[in-house]
């Protein structure tokens, strides 16, 4: 993968955090190819029996490798001084899918900041990166970047306790976030014990991202649909969760417009999560 950037220039630090609100982040154009996009689709759990997604000549793009050619925004904003990117975990995350990913190809993005919520203690901050192939937006939980004065936002949605529709058991595996990080997101508190231990994590922790992704794949599987038809897709990190752990998925409702959480040791991992997707193409 190849990143070129035409990068828009901070006119000068905002005062607070809520100041970054609608801050311009630029554009990037992010090349890509086949092995890139199969790399991902096996570090989020494809199995190598599922051809279309780990063999180049029958390749179908999993939609949610549209968040690894966007990483670099949020990590802009990190670099920028937004929040301090040694602290701040992913909040939850949004995709909309515009058009198909090609096997290989270019994507251009522009990217800014969106909303900025006062928690108190805490910020949560919006990343909004737009293409012709898909809208991403995080949400970044920043410790100690609150307390400007700002709004506090929406709170929590509450959780179902609605019985699942379906359920399945999740395996993530224990080189899950090691192989993760070569899809582009290089953050240490995945790979490195020290710097989970500084966000006080017995070790290093599986990416939000990856988790979003094993999800989006599980869903399709169970409830018949093709996961390279993910056509949205949203979820709240609520709990951090370990390489290794199993989970289990939920799915409430039927059809093509599903809720899912995630569980795992009692805790939920991924809650109000929602996807949908297109009625199958079919495998190629
Ligand atoms: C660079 C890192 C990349 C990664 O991939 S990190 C790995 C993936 N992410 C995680 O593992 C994070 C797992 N989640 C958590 O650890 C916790 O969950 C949080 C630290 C994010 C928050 O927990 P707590 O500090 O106990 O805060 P609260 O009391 O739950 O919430 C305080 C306010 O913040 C809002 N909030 C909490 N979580 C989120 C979120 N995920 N997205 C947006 N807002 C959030 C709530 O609603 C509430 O606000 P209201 O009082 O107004 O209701």
């Not at 096996?42 to 690894?68: I, S």
């Not at 909309?96 to 901050?125: H, N, Y």
């Not at 995080?138 to 709004?151: E, I, K, Q, T």
């Not at 231990?197 to 070790?203: E, K, L, S, V």
């Amino acid at each position: 993968m190849t990143s070129s950037a035409a990068r828009t220039q901070p006119t000068g630090t905002p005062a607070n955090t809520g100041e970054w609100r609608g801050a311009d982040l630029g554009s990037r154009t992010v090349a890509y190819d086949e092995r890139d996009a199969i790399l991902y689709a096996l570090a989020v759990g494809a199995r190598a029996d599922e051809l279309d997604l780990v063999f180049e000549k029958r390749l179908r793009v999993l939609p949610t490798f549209a968040l690894t050619l966007a990483q670099w925004a949020p990590d802009e904003l990190g670099a920028r001084g937004a929040f301090d990117p040694t602290t701040a975990l992913h909040g939850s995350q949004q995709l909309d899918v515009l058009a198909p990913l090609p096997p290989r190809g270019e994507v251009t993005m522009t990217a800014s900041v969106g909303e900025v919520w006062d928690k108190g203690s805490a910020a949560v901050i919006e990343v909004v990166v737009r293409s012709d192939h898909f809208v991403a937006t995080w949400s970044l939980f920043a410790p100690g970047a609150g307390g400007f004065g700002g709004d506090r936002g929406p709170g929590r949605p509450p959780a179902s306790d609605a019985a699942p529709t379906i359920s399945g058991p999740v395996r993530t595996t224990e080189n899950q976030a090691a192989l993760y990080r070569l899809t582009g997101d290089r953050h240490p508190i995945h790979i490195d014990p020290a710097a989970a231990a500084r966000i006080h994590q017995p070790r290093p922790i599986l990416h939000g991202l990856c988790t979003l992704g094993v999800a989006a794949l599980d869903v399709a599987r169970l409830i018949g649909a093709h996961p390279a038809d993910l056509r949205s897709l949203d979820g709240r990190f609520a709990t951090a969760i370990f390489p290794g752990d199993d989970a289990e998925l939920r799915v409430f409702g039927d059809g093509r417009e599903v809720m899912f959480d995630m569980v795992s040791g009692g805790n939920p991992v991924i809650a109000n999560g929602a996807a949908g997707f297109h009625e199958s193409e079919g495998r190629n």
